[in-house]
Structures are given as C-alpha cells and as structure tokens.
C-alpha cells in the first residue's frame, strides 16, 4: 500500500553533483521521517542522512557540508543533493521512510536503491 520511487543516480566525475529523489505514495497516517543510507561494495549499509516531519537534519561526518537533505510535504518527496562528489561515494543509495499507519502502528519502509557511481 505505500511505495517509495527513487530517482537522480548514476555516473558523475568527482567533484560533480547529483540530486536524488524520493516520493512516498498510498495510504498513511504520517510521516515520522525520511531519509537517505547507502551501502557500498563489501561494506555494511550506512546511515547518510535523515530529516523528521520537524524538520530536524542529521548527516555522516563524512558527508557533512557537502551533502543536503530537504523535503515537500505536500508532495511527500525527500531529496538528497549531493555536491563535491568523491570516489568513496560510490554506492547504492536507498530512500528510508518511517511512518504511522492509518491503524496507528508505525512501520519503516526503503526504497530499492539507486545506484551512484563517482569515477574520471
């Protein structure tokens, strides 16, 4: 009943930018957070960085003053630009929704990853 589309990865040369998108859609009651993690090869998934229905921010130090996270709510959309891209950005990059269902029970959905490649 709820999906998340994700969207904006692929190749860039290092410091290049991409923005990646997330849109929550179906039926919920309402969004505790959205966020961004990413998973590279041989490594455990990571958290990027995430923003509450408050507005509240929180980022990797590895990614701080380069990356920002920002959102529409009336179009239940996240957004992650990246800017200053480097080689060790490489990853899969997965879109994370925490929410409370219309029956009041929360849940955590992600979305299937899109790839981001930073190489000359």
């Known amino acids: 009943q709820v999906q998340l589309v994700e969207s904006g990865g692929g190749l860039v040369q290092p410091g290049g930018s991409l923005r990646l998108s997330c849109t929550a859609s179906g039926s919920f009651f309402s969004i505790k957070a959205m966020g961004w993690y990413r998973q590279a090869p041989g490594k455990q998934r990571e958290l990027v960085t995430t923003?509450?229905?408050?507005?509240?921010?929180n980022y990797a130090d590895s990614v701080k003053g380069r990356f920002a996270i920002s959102r529409d709510n009336a179009k239940n959309t996240v957004y992650l630009q990246m800017n200053s891209l480097k080689p060790e950005d490489t990853a899969v990059y997965y879109c994370y929704l925490d929410l409370v269902s219309r029956t009041y029970i929360r849940n955590d959905y992600w979305g299937q990853g899109t790839q981001v490649t930073v190489s000359s």
């Open positions: 923003i509450t229905s408050g507005g509240s921010t």
